[in-house]
């Protein structure tokens, strides 16, 4: 029979089997075998006093008889002194029998001699007798001390078989006549002074099942009977009967009733110290329990032996649940089996207490939360060596309010939508540590931000957290249902009758954004997922994330969307980069993009994401004059089609038509663009870095691009293969690669292009390409010195100096063909989003006619030949005012406007030479870039250029207006 055991007082029952079975059944096997001898003293004693007894009595029949004897030589002697004194008084009658009375007188002499003698005898004889019963009965008394010591032995050992988790039987044969002792029940006897473990096969037979110790037990306090083991009739057979039920429900119950009894009855002034509180210690058996309810209490509750104790929870309820204060709980070596959940805190204010800790325990088949709380403030829980697996259910461990110290260690959880979900107001150091997660549906980690007033960073929102060691399975999981690792989102509370451990995530509408979180340090994880997968890592719904690390987290399998998503976008104000994301060569599967938007620092050093727009670069622009570029396709001419396609320009973010878009023609065929390298500078290998510019297509665009750096000679040889999602927006990629020594100078070249699988049949696919920049040496050259060390010097040159009424170092205005009249004033210099300005403004009524000319460049700046390719873009704004009063002009390139753009050109001998392009335009309100290109239109007697913007009007004429002027983009293509 099943006992369940409630430890009152102040200790649980001192004769519970040990922990460590194994010296437990050394220790009771020695207990026994102290019993036994015991036995046998006891049982000697009784025989020595025994025997001391009837010597005691012989001693005592020999007294008597001496005593006896010695009465009858006394009465001897006194006839005889009275025979003397009889024959004194008759002396002289006697005289003739005188001879005679002194002969009899003689022989009564010697009769006392002898009674004396016998007397002697006799008292020595008494004496010896009293020596020997004083020795006796010193036997007897010596033989009872070791009767009661042997009793209390005995009792010890009876007290120790009434704790075995098996009933005790004297032997073997015993229990086997037993008929209370049903077919398969275990019984414990005593075999050769072991104490040994068997089962019955049948009423006549049993099987050996093992040694089962009973370990002595010596209690340093207090007596064993002020420590009583309390049977509070709870069956524990797991027989599922309705009698069963009963009384495993009413033994719970009683023994619930008793804790909570047990808050009062305590010493005066006890509870200013230590809030105690009776305990439970359960036998092993299969209980039927549950829906118990506790106001304030210290939950203490353990299995006597652990993982024996199986608990049964009634469908739809919680086994306990409690309503205030929780001072303390320690739950050990109990598997909780169905119902909704095993522990519930429904205290929604401060809860906050020490020694909570939930250990070796197996929660399963539950429906809705394992374990969970509602509390504003309850730190320091720790689960640790347990399992939680779920049936449906919504949340295995749900924990709120302040979490301070909570941790989650060495536990596997599984079977739910959310593993975990800690928050919200996480205050700080939360700890997820070695677990496995597994088959869990919508998050393995849901993370519940700080949505309280203030800033909410200074305290409360996850400060000091960590995630790792864990393994992510991929177990139960399918393509169809993708989920991501890890949720960050708040609750949706709008349902009443949900709790904590039941409420779903906001993702949308109001709130859903609210809140803050401080990023735990995410390291050392293995992310497993089977492919093809399509789920982030990380999914947010908010938008305030910092402080976070990351590092050394392997994928694996199926391949991640993103590392970070946000579904509905982030806030602009939180593009902070004080979270780190670190990625190495090592990393394995990563996801294909980074985050959907700015997260943090990125330090992608295995150029995984080359271009995000967390990315920094790993290896910055270098001002080593010993690099070299060994590849340029700055410009469309300088770069050829690749594959079955065809390629438009369009704009760059220069201001130009520097960019491509690519398009593949044939179905089911890739296209791309390619530039050749300078393979002797290949040839002596180390390190090289590829830059390219890439964007996704407006319509029909492919998600990716696969980039290769290849040697055709034969045979072919690879240094650099990788595919490369596609951004929405421009990305600059940045790929270091390390070229082996002793390569074959051969034939080289970068190339990048869609792959003939990614283009769909009947669509002509497309993707946006620019900035082919390839140098060799210890450092990345840039764009900006790509321009000026291939093949010639400068352009793109920062706007120096100015202030307000001074131009920029090298920058000038003229009045051309005697215009007069005018005021011009450099009202500002400064920077915004789209560059260096200038803003000048200039009034005044013109005296004659002529025109007014801004020249941008020094003088001899800009040294050129004929033959040679040049582009020159200006972003410029109409700040205020008009320029209608200004003539009309025509460009060389048939447009119109009141502004024009044009090179003046020069000889040597500093002469104006041939004729120049120009571009006419007119600047609105709103910032335009303006622009054109000059090719094989230089006079051959050309040495240098000077560009400038000018406007003519007419004599007499109101001239108001001021211009937004931003620094021009001037460069060489070829």
Same mark, same amino acid.
């Given at each position: 029979?099943?006992?369940?055991?409630?430890?009152?007082?102040?200790?649980?029952?001192?004769?519970?089997?040990?922990?460590?079975?194994?010296?437990?059944?050394?220790?009771?096997?020695?207990?026994?075998?102290?019993?036994?001898?015991?036995?046998?003293?006891?049982?000697?004693?009784?025989?020595?006093?025994?025997?001391?007894?009837?010597?005691?009595?012989?001693?005592?029949?020999?007294?008597?008889?001496?005593?006896?004897?010695?009465?009858?030589?006394?009465?001897?002697?006194?006839?005889?002194?009275?025979?003397?004194?009889?024959?004194?008084?008759?002396?002289?009658?006697?005289?003739?029998?005188? *001879?005679?009375?002194?002969?009899?007188?003689?022989?009564?002499?010697?009769?006392?001699?002898?009674?004396?003698?016998?007397?002697?005898?006799?008292?020595?004889?008494?004496?010896?007798?009293?020596?020997?019963?004083?020795?006796?009965?010193?036997?007897?008394?010596?033989?009872?001390?070791?009767?009661?010591?042997?009793?209390?032995?005995?009792? %010890?050992?009876?007290?120790?078989?009434?704790?075995?988790?098996?009933?005790?039987?004297?032997?073997?044969?015993?229990?086997?006549?037993?008929?209370?002792?049903?077919?398969?029940?275990?019984?414990?006897?005593?075999?050769?002074?072991?104490?040994?473990?068997?089962?019955?096969?049948?009423?006549?037979?049993?099987?050996?099942?093992?040694?089962?110790?009973?370990?002595?037990?010596?209690?340093?306090?207090?007596?064993?009977?002020?420590?009583?083991?309390?049977?509070?009739?709870?069956?524990? %057979?797991?027989?599922?009967? *309705?009698?069963?039920?009963?009384?495993?429900?009413?033994?719970?119950?009683?023994?619930?009733?008793?804790?909570?009894?047990?808050?009062?009855?305590?010493?005066?002034?006890?509870?200013?110290?230590?809030?105690?509180?009776?305990?439970?210690?359960?036998?092993?058996?299969?209980?039927?329990?549950?829906?118990?309810?506790?106001?304030?209490?210290?939950?203490?509750?353990?299995?006597?032996?652990?993982?024996?104790?199986?608990?049964?929870?009634?469908?739809?309820?919680?086994?306990?649940?409690?309503?205030?204060?929780?001072?303390?709980?320690?739950?050990?070596?109990?598997?909780?089996?169905?119902?909704?959940?095993?522990?519930?805190?429904?205290?929604?204010?401060?809860?906050?207490?020490?020694?909570?800790?939930?250990?070796?325990?197996?929660?399963?088949?539950?429906?809705?939360?394992?374990?969970?709380?509602?509390?504003?403030?309850?730190?320091?829980?720790?689960?640790? !060596?347990?399992?939680?697996?779920?049936?449906?259910?919504?949340?295995?461990?749900?924990?709120?309010?302040?979490?301070?110290?909570?941790?989650?260690?060495?536990?596997?959880?599984?079977?739910?939508?959310?593993?975990?979900?800690?928050?919200?107001?996480?205050?700080?150091?939360?700890?997820?540590?070695?677990?496995?997660?597994?088959?869990?549906?919508?998050?393995?980690?849901?993370?519940?931000?700080?949505?309280?007033?203030?800033?909410?960073?200074?305290?409360?929102?996850?400060?000091?957290?960590?995630?790792?060691?864990?393994?992510?399975?991929?177990?139960?999981?399918?393509?169809?249902?993708?989920?991501?690792?890890?949720?960050?989102? !708040?609750?949706?509370? %709008?349902?009443?009758?949900?709790?904590?451990?039941?409420?779903?995530?906001?993702?949308?509408?109001?709130?859903?954004?609210?809140?803050?979180?401080?990023?735990?340090?995410?390291?050392?994880?293995?992310?497993?997922?089977?492919?093809?997968?399509?789920?982030?890592?990380?999914?947010?719904?908010?938008?305030?994330?910092?402080?976070?690390?990351?590092?050394?987290?392997?994928?694996?399998?199926?391949?991640?969307?993103?590392?970070?998503?946000?579904?509905?976008?982030?806030?602009?104000?939180?593009?902070?980069?004080?979270?780190?994301?670190?990625?190495?060569?090592?990393?394995?599967?990563?996801?294909?993009?980074?985050?959907?938007?700015?997260?943090?620092?990125?330090?992608?050093?295995?150029?995984?994401?080359?271009?995000?727009?967390?990315?920094?670069?790993?290896?910055?622009?270098?001002?080593?004059?010993?690099?070299?570029?060994?590849?340029?396709?700055?410009?469309?001419?300088?770069?050829?089609?690749?594959?079955?396609?065809?390629?438009?320009?369009?704009?760059?973010?220069?201001?130009?038509?520097?960019?491509?878009?690519?398009?593949?023609? !044939?179905?089911?065929?890739?296209?791309?663009?390619?530039?050749?390298?300078?393979?002797?500078?290949?040839?002596?290998?180390?390190?090289?870095?590829?830059?390219?510019?890439?964007?996704?297509?407006?319509?029909?665009?492919?998600?990716?691009?696969?980039?290769?750096?290849?040697?055709?000679?034969?045979?072919?040889?690879?240094?650099?293969?990788?595919?490369?999602?596609?951004?929405?927006?421009?990305?600059?990629?940045?790929?270091?690669?390390?070229?082996?020594?002793?390569?074959?100078?051969?034939?080289?070249?970068?190339?990048?292009?869609?792959?003939?699988?990614?283009?769909?049949?009947?669509?002509?696919?497309?993707?946006?390409?620019?900035?082919?920049?390839? !140098?060799?040496?210890?450092?990345?050259?840039?764009?900006?010195?790509?321009?000026?060390?291939?093949?010639?010097?400068?352009?793109?040159?920062?706007?120096?100096?100015?202030?307000?009424?001074?131009?920029?170092?090298?920058?000038?205005?003229?009045?051309?063909?005697?215009?007069?009249?005018?005021?011009?004033?450099?009202?500002?210099?400064?920077?915004?989003?789209?560059?260096?300005?200038?803003?000048?403004?200039?009034?005044?009524?013109?005296?004659?006619?002529?025109?007014?000319?801004?020249?941008?460049?020094?003088?001899?700046?800009?040294?050129?030949?004929?033959?040679?390719?040049?582009?020159?873009?200006?972003?410029?704004?109409?700040?205020?005012?008009?320029?209608? *009063?200004?003539?009309?002009?025509?460009?060389?390139?048939?447009?119109?406007?009141?502004?024009?753009?044009?090179?003046?050109?020069?000889?040597? %001998?500093?002469?104006?030479?041939?004729?120049?392009?120009?571009?006419?335009?007119?600047?609105?309100?709103?910032?335009?870039?303006?622009?054109?290109?000059?090719?094989?239109?230089?006079?051959?007697?050309?040495?240098?250029?000077?560009?400038?913007?000018?406007?003519?009007?007419?004599?007499?004429?109101?001239?108001?207006?001021?211009?937004?002027?931003?620094?021009?983009?001037?460069?060489?293509?070829?």
């Amino acid at each position: 029979m099943a006992v369940f055991v409630d430890a009152t007082n102040a200790q649980p029952t001192v004769l519970a089997i040990s922990e460590n079975t194994a010296e437990a059944t050394r220790q009771a096997g020695l207990a026994m075998a102290r019993a036994m001898a015991a036995q046998t003293a006891q049982t000697g004693a009784e025989t020595a006093r025994d025997a001391a007894s009837a010597s005691a009595t012989a001693a005592d029949s020999s007294k008597t008889a001496a005593q006896t004897a010695r009465t009858g030589a006394e009465t001897a002697r006194d006839a005889a002194s009275a025979s003397a004194t009889a024959a004194d008084s008759s002396k002289t009658a006697a005289q003739t029998a005188r *001879t005679g009375a002194e002969t009899a007188r003689d022989a009564a002499s010697a009769s006392a001699t002898s009674a004396d003698t016998s007397k002697t005898a006799a008292q020595t004889a008494r004496t010896g007798s009293e020596t020997a019963r004083d020795a006796a009965a010193a036997s007897a008394t010596a033989a009872d001390a070791s009767k009661t010591t042997a009793q209390a032995a005995l009792t %010890s050992v009876q007290a120790i078989q009434s704790t075995l988790p098996f009933p005790y039987r004297a032997t073997r044969a015993a229990a086997q006549a037993d008929s209370t002792l049903a077919n398969g029940a275990w019984y414990v006897s005593d075999e050769t002074g072991v104490l040994k473990m068997y089962s019955k096969t049948s009423s006549s037979a049993s099987v050996d099942r093992g040694a089962v110790s009973t370990p002595g037990y010596t209690d340093r306090l207090k007596p064993r009977t002020v420590i009583p083991t309390q049977d509070r009739g709870a069956d524990g %057979s797991g027989a599922g009967t *309705t009698t069963s039920m009963a009384a495993d429900q009413a033994g719970f119950l009683a023994s619930v009733n008793e804790i909570v009894a047990s808050r009062n009855n305590l010493p005066t002034g006890i509870n200013d110290l230590f809030q105690f509180q009776n305990g439970m210690e359960l036998d092993p058996g299969i209980y039927d329990a549950g829906d118990f309810t506790m106001a304030d209490c210290k939950l203490w509750m353990k299995a006597r032996i652990p993982g024996t104790v199986f608990i049964r929870i009634p469908a739809g309820k919680y086994f306990l649940t409690v309503t205030g204060q929780v001072m303390g709980m320690y739950v050990d070596g109990i598997v909780f089996m169905g119902g909704k959940g095993a522990l519930k805190f429904t205290r929604t204010s401060t809860n906050a207490c020490q020694n909570m800790r939930i250990t070796n325990c197996y929660l399963a088949n539950y429906t809705e939360c394992g374990i969970g709380n509602s509390s504003a403030d309850m730190p320091f829980l720790k689960v640790d !060596n347990t399992q939680l697996g779920g049936s449906g259910a919504i949340c295995g461990i749900a924990w709120g309010g302040y979490v301070d110290q909570l941790a989650i260690k060495d536990c596997a959880i599984g079977g739910n939508d959310y593993g975990v979900a800690i928050g919200p107001r996480l205050s700080a150091n939360y700890n997820l540590d070695t677990i496995d997660f597994i088959g869990n549906r919508k998050a393995d980690i849901w993370l519940k931000p700080n949505i309280d007033g203030g800033s909410g960073l200074s305290s409360v929102a996850g400060w000091g957290a960590g995630i790792k060691r864990i393994k992510y399975g991929n177990e139960l999981q399918t393509s169809g249902s993708p989920y991501p690792r890890i949720l960050i989102a !708040n609750e949706d509370t %709008s349902d009443s009758t949900k709790w904590r451990g039941s409420y779903p995530p906001l993702t949308s509408g109001a709130g859903s954004d609210a809140g803050f979180l401080i990023l735990p340090t995410i390291m050392h994880n293995h992310i497993n997922q089977i492919s093809p997968w399509y789920g982030p890592f990380i999914r947010s719904y908010i938008s305030n994330l910092q402080y976070g690390l990351m590092e050394n987290n392997k994928f694996n399998g199926g391949t991640n969307t993103y590392f970070i998503e946000f579904p509905n976008g982030r806030t602009a104000n939180y593009t902070n980069s004080n979270s780190h994301f670190i990625f190495r060569e090592g990393d394995g599967s990563v996801p294909t993009a980074f985050s959907t938007h700015v997260i943090g620092r990125m330090e992608d050093h295995a150029s995984f994401w080359p271009g995000d727009p967390s990315a920094i670069p790993v290896y910055p622009v270098s001002d080593n004059p010993n690099l070299k570029v060994i590849g340029n396709g700055l410009g469309p001419s300088l770069r050829t089609i690749y594959g079955t396609g065809t390629t438009t320009a369009v704009a760059d973010p220069y201001g130009g038509m520097d960019f491509e878009i690519v398009t593949a023609t !044939n179905t089911n065929s890739g296209a791309g663009k390619y530039i050749s390298l300078d393979g002797t500078n290949l040839a002596s290998g180390g390190m090289i870095f590829v830059e390219i510019a890439l964007q996704q297509a407006p319509t029909h665009s492919v998600s990716r691009v696969l980039i290769e750096l290849v040697n055709y000679s034969s045979p072919s040889v690879w240094a650099f293969q990788r595919y490369i999602p596609l951004p929405a927006n421009l990305g600059r990629f940045l790929l270091p690669i390390y070229v082996p020594p002793n390569a074959n100078p051969g034939s080289w070249q970068l190339k990048c292009y869609s792959v003939s699988a990614d283009v769909v049949s009947g669509t002509t696919d497309q993707f946006i390409i620019g900035d082919m920049i390839v !140098n060799s040496g210890g450092g990345r050259i840039g764009r900006d010195k790509a321009l000026t060390r291939w093949p010639v010097a400068p352009r793109n040159q920062t706007m120096l100096g100015g202030a307000q009424s001074t131009w920029p170092t090298g920058w000038s205005q003229a009045n051309l063909n005697g215009l007069a009249g005018l005021t011009t004033t450099i009202n500002s210099v400064g920077v915004d989003a789209d560059g260096d300005y200038i803003e000048v403004a200039v009034s005044g009524t013109t005296s004659a006619s002529g025109g007014w000319a801004v020249y941008l460049e020094p003088t001899r700046a800009l040294n050129v030949v004929n033959g040679q390719h040049w582009q020159w873009y200006n972003k410029i704004k109409l700040v205020s005012g008009s320029l209608s *009063t200004a003539f009309s002009g025509s460009g060389t390139d048939s447009t119109t406007g009141q502004m024009l753009m044009q090179w003046e050109t020069h000889d040597s %001998s500093d002469t104006v030479v041939g004729t120049t392009l120009k571009t006419a335009f007119t600047p609105t309100g709103t910032i335009a870039n303006f622009g054109h290109a000059k090719w094989n239109g230089f006079n051959g007697a050309t040495a240098w250029v000077r560009p400038y913007l000018s406007m003519t009007f007419p004599n007499s004429t109101a001239v108001s207006f001021v211009l937004r002027i931003y620094q021009p983009m001037i460069r060489r293509l070829a």
